[in-house]
């Protein structure tokens, strides 16, 4: 999930204990525990606290039902009815891996439990109602954590890599901000802005997250990426310029081409048209080490200001001037 690992469970959470036997125990004895027991889908045969196989009720009465399986099987070890390559997962693992691992199953073993072991021994299972529930609801967690535009992380999840970033050796964080998106909101409508945004995503995320960083997005047009690491020149080079060659795109040429063009600023009055730019703050702890989010926000936000003053798509490194309050 870059990554949303606080709402991602591990599959011990939802585990059940249930029945288990040993591998000589008699098919007659299985039938009693499956009679005594109308719920109990399955049986996992346990060896020296290790599960080995698991019999399943429908597998079981599939071969006890043919013509000649009840005289052939049920005086015989329940190993000869059981499955012997069960999905085996272990405690700690995310209820997201084990739920595609259950999933690319046979069809015929799709909704078998999933048999839990802890130490290499075993625990319980967990159904596949169960699993697919929780899997549901964690999808449901997840995007609660995302803003609903771009998927990506939104601020819950950016305030907690900041609070686990500031501790460490080296790091970059990059705000990136549009300028004139308003105006172009203002002139083209939302639906348009909308659009924007996303392209803006997709540049983002083709130089940020697919090489392995943490990409959010704050809300509007404000995004985030952290690196652990200071050379950012590249991708901020890289973003300016398909961002400046592209942008282009989402205009229509009369505004493009008509000098006398005007639209309205932020002061309500009428201003010289003139096309959206980025802005991109960049702040290292490679001069500076902070101590609190607070500082952190605050110089980026001094960066921020300070690229708003260039007339045109940019990046500023480290050009602050706020100055982090000391005990």
Same mark, same amino acid.
């Given at each position: 999930?870059?990554?949303?690992?606080?709402?991602?469970?591990?599959?011990?959470?939802?585990?059940?204990?249930?029945?288990?036997?040993?591998?000589?125990?008699?098919?007659?004895?299985?039938?009693?525990?499956?009679?005594?027991?109308?719920?109990?889908?399955?049986?996992?045969? !346990?060896?020296?606290?290790? *599960? =080995?196989?698991?019999?399943?009720?429908?597998?079981?009465?599939? $071969?006890?039902?043919? /013509? &000649?399986?009840?005289?052939?099987?049920?005086?015989?070890?329940?190993?000869?009815?059981?499955?012997?390559?069960?999905?085996? !997962?272990?405690?700690?693992? *995310? =209820?997201?891996?084990?739920?595609?691992?259950?999933?690319?199953? $046979?069809?015929?073993? /799709? &909704?078998?439990?999933?048999?839990?072991?802890?130490?290499?021994?075993?625990?319980?299972?967990?159904?596949?109602?169960?699993?697919?529930?929780?899997?549901?609801? =964690?999808?449901?967690?997840?995007?609660?954590?995302?803003?609903?535009?771009?998927?990506?992380?939104?601020?819950?999840?950016?305030?907690?890599?900041?609070?686990?970033?500031?501790?460490?050796?080296?790091?970059?964080?990059?705000?990136?901000?549009?300028?004139?998106?308003?105006?172009?909101?203002?002139?083209?409508?939302?639906?348009?802005?909308?659009?924007?945004?996303?392209?803006?995503?997709?540049?983002?995320?083709?130089?940020?997250?697919?090489?392995?960083?943490?990409?959010?997005?704050?809300?509007?047009?404000?995004?985030?990426?952290?690196?652990?690491?200071?050379?950012?020149?590249?991708?901020?080079?890289?973003?300016?310029?398909?961002?400046?060659?592209?942008?282009?795109?989402?205009?229509?040429?009369?505004?493009?081409?008509?000098?006398?063009?005007?639209?309205?600023?932020?002061?309500?009055?009428?201003?010289?048209?003139?096309?959206?730019?980025?802005?991109?703050?960049?702040?290292?702890?490679?001069?500076?080490?902070?101590?609190?989010?607070?500082?952190?926000?605050?110089?980026?936000?001094?960066?921020?200001?300070?690229?708003?003053?260039?007339?045109?798509?940019?990046?500023?490194?480290?050009?602050?001037?706020?100055?982090?309050?000391?005990?």
């Amino acid at each position: 999930m870059t990554k949303t690992e606080e709402v991602v469970s591990n599959i011990g959470r939802i585990v059940k204990t249930v029945p288990y036997i040993s591998p000589s125990l008699k098919n007659k004895e299985v039938d009693k525990l499956f009679t005594e027991n109308p719920n109990l889908r399955g049986i996992v045969v !346990v060896h020296h606290e290790k *599960p =080995i196989a698991h019999i399943t009720r429908t597998h079981f009465y599939q $071969k006890i039902g043919t /013509l &000649y399986g009840y005289n052939l099987y049920m005086g015989r070890e329940s190993n000869l009815l059981a499955k012997t390559s069960p999905l085996i !997962v272990d405690y700690f693992q *995310p =209820i997201t891996e084990v739920s595609k691992l259950a999933m690319e199953r $046979k069809e015929e073993d /799709l &909704y078998d439990d999933v048999i839990v072991t802890k130490d290499d021994k075993f625990v319980g299972v967990v159904s596949i109602r169960a699993l697919l529930m929780e899997f549901v609801d =964690i999808q449901v967690q997840i995007a609660s954590f995302l803003n609903p535009l771009s998927k990506l992380p939104g601020n819950h999840l950016i305030d907690k890599q900041l609070s686990e970033i500031i501790y460490l050796e080296k790091y970059s964080i990059i705000y990136f901000d549009l300028d004139h998106f308003k105006t172009y909101n203002d002139l083209y409508g939302f639906n348009k802005g909308d659009k924007v945004l996303l392209f803006l995503t997709d540049i983002l995320k083709r130089n940020v997250a697919q090489n392995g960083y943490f990409l959010g997005h704050i809300g509007g047009d404000d995004f985030m990426a952290i690196l652990p690491h200071y050379e950012v020149e590249s991708i901020c080079l890289n973003i300016i310029e398909e961002f400046d060659r592209k942008i282009p795109n989402f205009y229509e040429e009369k505004h493009l081409k008509d000098p006398t063009f005007r639209v309205k600023g932020r002061s309500g009055n009428l201003e010289k048209f003139t096309i959206m730019t980025l802005s991109i703050a960049v702040l290292t702890n490679e001069n500076q080490r902070f101590e609190k989010i607070e500082d952190l926000s605050n110089a980026v936000a001094s960066i921020k200001r300070n690229c708003k003053k260039v007339k045109a798509s940019c990046y500023l490194v480290n050009k602050y001037d706020y100055i982090p309050k000391t005990v």
